[in-house]
């Protein structure tokens, strides 16, 4: 079945730059999803790619796609205190249920 | 912005209670999700629901768990006798049919089930 992997933590200082990893397995993922959980809220969808994409970029956020190695990350530039939350990747697959599969979430850290 | 919205925020109840979780979609999405959230643990997938019936769900779906829509607004799920087990973050989430399949999660109700 599929499955999504990140790592647990990652722990920037203000202004640098974040990248957080995700690896997937299933190779017909066709949408590759961020999203940012903030304490006590709910799951806030921050970008998504499709899967004939490489790269996408929105304001701060960088999404790059390693189709080949099955890698997705989300880089945050010039990264604030407010962007400290827990990072979901997710995929779905088109053709066949486009429930989310989720990882375990990448909790960062920003410290002044 | 319209945001899904889930009551009550913390429910805490006694071992084979039944419990109501509530939702509220954004108004114009057809499609409602549940999914729980078990401490230190992945994001799982429960149910979804799509014109007044269940279209796809999971095998922690079982006999206990029902969904329903009662009304225009509401999307309810309902665990007729709560385990220990069941203690978890339940989220709800919704999503037009555009093909993009972009939910929109709630805020979560912790349940906990003493």
């Known amino acids: 079945g599929e499955d999504v992997e990140q790592s647990l933590f990652l722990s920037v200082r203000e202004g640098d730059s974040s990248v957080i990893n995700c690896t997937y397995t299933?190779?017909?993922?066709?949408?590759l999803y961020w999203y940012k959980q903030e304490p006590g809220a709910g799951l806030q969808l921050l970008t998504y790619i499709f899967s004939n994409m490489d790269m996408k970029q929105d304001q701060r956020l960088t999404v790059l796609l390693n189709k080949k190695d099955k890698h997705l990350s989300l880089r945050i530039a010039d990264t604030q205190t407010g962007d400290s939350a827990i990072y979901f990747c997710?995929?779905?697959?088109?053709?066949?249920?486009?429930?989310?599969?989720f990882g375990r979430g990448t909790s960062l850290i920003v410290h002044p | 912005e319209p945001e899904v919205t889930q009551t009550p925020s913390h429910q805490v109840t006694q071992m084979g209670q039944e419990v109501i979780l509530r939702c509220v979609p954004i108004?114009?999405?057809?499609?409602f999700y549940w999914y729980r959230q078990i401490l230190g643990q992945k994001v799982e997938f429960l149910v979804s629901?799509?014109?007044?019936?269940?279209?796809?769900k999971s095998e922690i779906f079982d006999d206990q768990f029902s969904v329903e829509r009662p009304d225009g607004s509401n999307f309810t799920l309902k665990i007729r006798s709560t385990k220990l087990e069941d203690s978890a973050m339940y989220f709800c989430?919704?999503?037009?049919?555009?093909?993009?399949?972009?939910?929109?999660f709630g805020a979560g109700t912790r349940l906990s089930v003493l």
């Open positions: 629901f799509y014109n007044n019936e269940i279209s796809e």
């Open positions: 997710a995929e779905s697959m088109r053709g066949g249920s486009y429930i989310p599969t």
């Open positions: 989430a919704s999503s037009l049919s555009d093909g993009k399949n972009i939910q929109y």
């Open positions: 108004s114009n999405h057809l499609y």
């Open positions: 299933d190779s017909s993922s066709t949408y």
